[in-house]
T-cell receptor, first 113, second 115 residues
Framework: QQPVQSPQAVILREGEDAVINCSSSKALYSVHWYRQKHGEAPVFLMILLKGGEQKGHEKISASFNEKKQQSSLYLTASQLSYSGTYFCGTEIGSENRDDKIIFGKGTRLHILP | DAMVIQNPRYQVTQFGKPVTLSCSQTLNHNVMYWYQQKSSQAPKLLFHYYDKDFNNEADTPDNFQSRRPNTSFCFLDIRSPGLGDAAMYLC??????????????FGPGTRLTVT
């Protein structure tokens, strides 16, 4: 049930773009994205509901393709503060919600100045 | 400020000695979660309370128990900690209406060391 994230790690220079992917073998009701910095708690970025919507948060946006059971997180013109581990969390369900999320193994993002 | 508080931040216990971790919230959220996170791994859901309803994950060891005496507080009891239980334990809350999912607010975590 654990979603699969790719890539496992990314190294970028400040100002470059990145895409992090999350896929599931189960029908998804929602996809959640969190960022965790070393030694800190995960911090919420955004939720996407089934319906193929795309959301944005400053230079971080995400899409959700419910037919493919996939979500992608887009980081545009990355900043040093974007460094951390990004987790997608998936909520399983087609008509009814599962009311819990299972996190993927995470993607470590390191931004170089 | 409304927040999720975990105590203690660091806990050292001996092998086999029961330990209790606590979580409190001022957000008045109806859902509370306990996660276990080992180094460089994803947070792993142990159980969650939806209001007073307790939901245990199938692969959560019996060694782990939880109590939620009221909306604000939730406890994680580890009855006989083993070396493999050393981890960061994260508490999270969510305002869940049942129809739509909401973001989870995480506490700072309790780092458990087992000697």
């Amino acid at each position: 049930q654990q979603p699969v994230q790719s890539p496992q790690a990314v190294i970028l220079r400040e100002g470059e773009d990145a895409v992090i992917n999350c896929s599931s073998s189960k029908a998804l009701y929602s996809v959640h994205w969190y960022r965790q910095k070393h030694g800190e708690a995960p911090v919420f970025l955004m939720i996407l509901l089934k319906g193929g919507e795309q959301k944005g948060h400053e230079k971080i946006s995400a899409s959700f393709n419910e037919k493919k059971q996939q979500s992608s997180l887009y980081l545009t013109a990355s900043q040093l503060s974007y460094s951390g581990t990004y987790f997608c969390g998936t909520e399983i369900g087609s008509e009814n919600r599962d009311d819990k999320i299972i996190f993927g193994k995470g993607t470590r993002l390191h931004i170089l100045p | 400020d409304a927040m999720v508080i975990q105590n203690p931040r660091y806990q050292v216990t001996q092998f086999g000695k029961p330990v209790t971790l606590s979580c409190s919230q001022t957000l008045n959220h109806n859902v509370m979660y306990w996660y276990q996170q080992k180094s460089s791994q994803a947070p792993k859901l142990l159980f969650h309370y939806y209001d007073k309803d307790f939901n245990n994950e199938a692969d959560t060891p019996d060694n782990f128990q939880s109590r939620r005496p009221n909306t604000s507080f939730c406890f994680l009891d580890i009855r006989s900690p083993g070396l493999g239980d050393a981890a960061m334990y994260l508490c999270a809350t969510s305002r869940d209406s049942g129809r739509l999912p909401y973001e989870q607010y995480f506490g700072p975590g309790t780092r458990l060391t087992v000697t």
